[in-house]
C-alpha cells in the first residue's frame, strides 16, 4: 500500500487514558457537553458511576457516586437533551433513571427482571426520532422488556419465551425504525446466536434468524429512520450486517458477514454523523473501523416475482490495538466527529480522536 494512500486513511489515536479503581462495564457521553461517565463495579460489589468531564488532554472527574448494586450497562436515549437523565440496568434486575445533578434517588425505578439487566436502550428522547421516552431492558432471565417511565411499574412490552421454550439469556438489545408516533422495532440478540425482532405497533415477532454464535452485541444505523442496516456481533470474531429495507416473505434480510477477529467482538457503535461507517470493540483489546458499502442495486425479484434484498459489502478502514484486555463498551460522541470513548477489562477507560472522518 502506498504511503499516500495509507496517508488517507483514518488513524485511531488514543488522546486521553484514564486509570480506574474498578471494573468499567459501560461508557457514554453526556449529550451536548464535554462529559461522560463510566458505569461499574467496585470491589466489594457496590455499583460506581463516575462522572468525567474532558479538560484539553486530561479528564477530571466531577463526581463519584456508589450505588447499592454493579451497574451493568446505561443510556441516555430515554430523556431529553435538556433532561439529560440517565438510565440504567443492575446486576439484580433494577431499571432506574438518575439526575445526575441530584443523585442520591432515583426519579424512576423498577424491579424490572429477576436476573442481571445485559443491556439498555432509549428511544424518542435525544431529540431524534419519533415516540415515548421508552426504555428496553434485556436481561439473562431471558426476557425483553419496554418501559415507559410514566407507567409506573408495569412494562408496556414484555417479549418472554413461550410456555415450555428454554428461556435464553438475552445479552443485547436496540432500538429501531423510530421515524413516526406509531412505528417501533425493538432487536434482541441472545447467548445461542439467536436474534428476534419484535415489531411493537403488531406486538409480534417480525423476524428471528440465528447467527450459530452468541450476540453480543447489535444496534441499527440510525433508531429514527425507516429500517436501514442492522450490524450484530459475536462470541468468535464474526459480525454480519443485515439490509433491513427489504424483507423476503421466507428467506428474511439480506445479510454480510466479515470474520474481524480471533476472538469476541464486543461492541458495535455506528458513527452519528455517518451511518455507514461503524467501530467494533473487540476481546483482544482491539478496535475496527469499518465502513459499509452499498451495492448498485438493494433489490431484485426472486424467480417467483418476490422481492429480496442484496448485501453490500465492508471494508478495514483502520485497526489499532489498546489493551491486552477485552474492550467492553465503546461510544461516540454524538456532538463531535470522531471523538470516542470506550473502556476495557484492565481497568481504563480511554478518549480517542478518529481522524480523516470527512474523506470517506
Not at 463526581?63 to 451497574?71: F, G, L, M, S, T
Not at 431499571?95 to 434517588?105: G, M, R, T, Y
Not at 457503535?269 to 448498485?296: C, I
Not at 491486552?324 to 461516540?332: N, V
Request: net charge positive; proline share 4%; glycine share 8%.
Amino acid at each position: 500500500m502506498s504511503a499516500a494512500v495509507v496517508a488517507e486513511r483514518p488513524q485511531v489515536v488514543s488522546y486521553v487514558q484514564q486509570a480506574l479503581s474498578y471494573t468499567v462495564f459501560d461508557c457514554r457521553w453526556v449529550p451536548r457537553s464535554a462529559r461522560l461517565l463510566c458505569l461499574g463495579s467496585a470491589a466489594r460489589g457496590t455499583g460506581i458511576i463516575q462522572l468525567y468531564e474532558l479538560h484539553g488532554a486530561r479528564l477530571e472527574l466531577l463526581r463519584e457516586i456508589e450505588k447499592p448494586k454493579p451497574i451493568k450497562c446505561g443510556t441516555f436515549g430515554a430523556t431529553s437533551l435538556q433532561r439529560r437523565y440517565l438510565a440504567t440496568g443492575d446486576f439484580d434486575g433494577n431499571l432506574n433513571i438518575w439526575n445526575l445533578e441530584a443523585p442520591e434517588l432515583p426519579v424512576y425505578s423498577v424491579k424490572g427482571h429477576k436476573e442481571i439487566i445485559n443491556s439498555i436502550d432509549g428511544v424518542g428522547g435525544l431529540g431524534i426520532g419519533e415516540g415515548a421516552p421508552e426504555i428496553v431492558t434485556g436481561s439473562r432471565d431471558g426476557t425483553v422488556k419496554v418501559w415507559d417511565p410514566r407507567q409506573n411499574d408495569t412494562p408496556v412490552a414484555n417479549m418472554e419465551p413461550a410456555q415450555g421454550e428454554s428461556k435464553r439469556d438475552c445479552w443485547t438489545v436496540a432500538f429501531g425504525n423510530a421515524y413516526n408516533q406509531e412505528e417501533r422495532v425493538v432487536c434482541a440478540g441472545y447467548d445461542n446466536g439467536d436474534i428476534k425482532l419484535f415489531d411493537l405497533k403488531t406486538m409480534s415477532l417480525r423476524w428471528a434468524t440465528n447467527i450459530k454464535n452468541g450476540v453480543c452485541s447489535v444496534e441499527f444505523d440510525r433508531k429514527d429512520i425507516n429500517m436501514n442496516k442492522l450490524v450484530a456481533t459475536s462470541l468468535e470474531g464474526k459480525f454480519h450486517v443485515f439490509d433491513m429495507r427489504t424483507q423476503h416473505p421466507t428467506k428474511g434480510f439480506a445479510s454480510v458477514s466479515e470474520k474481524a477477529q480471533k476472538s469476541t467482538i464486543w461492541q458495535v457503535r455506528h458513527l452519528p454523523q455517518n451511518r455507514d461507517v461503524f467501530m467494533t470493540s473487540g476481546g483482544s483489546g482491539s478496535l475496527h473501523l469499518w465502513k459499509y458499502e452499498y451495492p448498485a442495486q438493494r433489490s431484485r425479484k426472486d424467480s417467483e416475482g418476490c422481492e429480496m434484498g442484496v448485501a453490500g459489502s465492508v471494508s478495514l478502514l483502520q485497526n489499532v490495538t489498546l489493551s491486552t484486555q477485552p474492550i467492553c463498551s465503546l461510544d461516540w460522541s454524538p456532538d463531535k466527529k470522531g471523538l470516542c470513548v470506550c473502556g476495557a477489562f484492565d481497568q481504563t477507560v480511554r478518549v480517542l480522536i478518529v481522524t480523516k472522518l470527512n474523506k470517506i
